[in-house]
């Protein structure tokens, strides 16, 4: 294994200590280095094969933190808070609070975004789970902020009424508000998801869902839709601005 | 633990055997009942939660797999075969190839389709998964049919060529064709993502890629929508047709 020069190694066991990270009495420096190196200073070494693996880590974690902790919640409902918790807005919330982002190497001229705090996240979350191939010292690190981050969601009254979020999100964009299309079924016996709705945004269905009542089926498929209307509109944003 | 009918019992047992599942010697037979129920025969213990767990287990065991037998592949390559691998179409397709559909218990007048064996065939994954909180037995049951689909998805010169497909997708459902939108990148040094492309259909952004060449970001875009606006207009299809 190749030697980090002893400013790096300093800088993150400083990391390391201060945002508790439990990694194994053997720490591998040299991936970890790579967790936190951008391809702007790397094109070989850098975070993005970690970070293909780490987003998918930090799924089922949080879905086993989720299931776990709410054992009587909806899928429906899990699936949401899921979608917002390892959403990029949420990651890079949580590497504030861990302060990655002094230890993220860049080249000097980038400016750092939240997409890569959240992507150097999930990079180090793989790290974690490549020492044990398990879940458990990456739950150890991050189920309490998971917690806490998911009562900030369902407390949150626009997050929880998914309908007002994503009208307040369309019209920050456009005149024009999502549509909705619902149905009830009746085709399956004894199906309790008796209404399927559909919701609609410039011609194109963003989400759909399904609940026993019309109110239920409508926020549900406003929940589908959301993260996804919601990053292609502020990827629309950004487009035209430059 | 509530024992289940034994004809249901000996049903079980022999698609364990068929399937070659490597369940532990104490095989949680309830658990797999619920993984191979339908909610329209179950309301309350069906497929749905064991599902949302096995969809994220799958994601993690297909990325390992692919990282360690594709160490050489680009993060976009990756992503995109793990796009493929882990959509309802090849689910579905692999349920078949397992043999899983006769032993999923639905209402009587449901028709099953390819959602259904997809989401079922998560469910058992889960299942798996509960077992020994590790992807072992996960790993050794499904890694030769995920090798076998990437080569070939990666032989497959529609599924190669991103463009190729999703042109032949938008033009199944509609006259129009996909636009892609490619700017050269200056701003960042060293940066070998050159180009970037986003590809837009009926005035909404699908997919967004990197490359280091014009073609290969459009590819990439193209890749990175392919899946969504299949499940989509599909959807679009299947709602319009009833």
Redesign the interface.
């Known amino acids: 294994m190749t030697d980090l020069p002893p400013s790096r190694q300093r800088q993150l066991e400083q990391w390391v200590q201060k945002s508790a990270l439990p990694t194994a009495d053997a720490t591998n420096w040299v991936r970890l280095d790579q967790a936190l190196t951008h391809?702007?200073?790397d094109?070989a070494n850098n975070y993005?094969?970690l970070?293909?693996?780490g987003d998918?880590?930090l799924?089922?974690a949080?879905?086993?933190c989720l299931?776990e902790n709410f054992p009587n919640a909806s899928?429906g409902e899990?699936?949401a808070v899921r979608s917002v918790l390892i959403s990029d807005r949420t990651l890079a919330q949580l590497a504030q609070e861990l302060d990655l982002a002094p230890y993220l190497t860049v080249?000097?001229?980038?400016a750092v975004g939240p997409t890569h705090l959240a992507d150097a996240l999930e990079a180090v979350v793989a790290v974690l789970y490549l020492e044990t191939?398990?879940?458990g010292p990456v739950r150890a690190w991050l189920d309490d902020s998971l917690l806490r981050l998911t009562a900030a969601v369902r407390q949150d009254p626009a997050r929880q009424n998914y309908k007002v979020a994503l009208q307040e999100l369309t019209q920050a964009h456009s005149k024009t508000l999502p549509q909705y299309?619902t149905v009830e079924q009746r085709?399956?016996?004894?199906?309790?998801?008796r209404y399927a709705s559909?919701v609609w945004f410039?011609?194109?269905?963003w989400g759909?869902g399904h609940g026993p009542t019309k109110k239920q089926a409508e926020q549900a498929a406003a929940a589908a839709a959301y993260d996804?209307l919601r990053q292609?509109l502020t990827?629309?944003s950004s487009?035209s601005a430059?």
Do not use: Y
Request: charged letters at 30%; one cysteine or more.
């Open positions: 391809k702007s200073v094109a993005e094969q970070e293909l693996l998918a880590v799924r089922l949080a879905t086993e299931q899928v899990l699936s080249a000097s001229r980038m191939q398990t879940l299309r085709s399956v016996d004894g199906d309790p998801q559909t410039r011609e194109t269905c759909s996804r292609t990827h629309e487009s430059t």
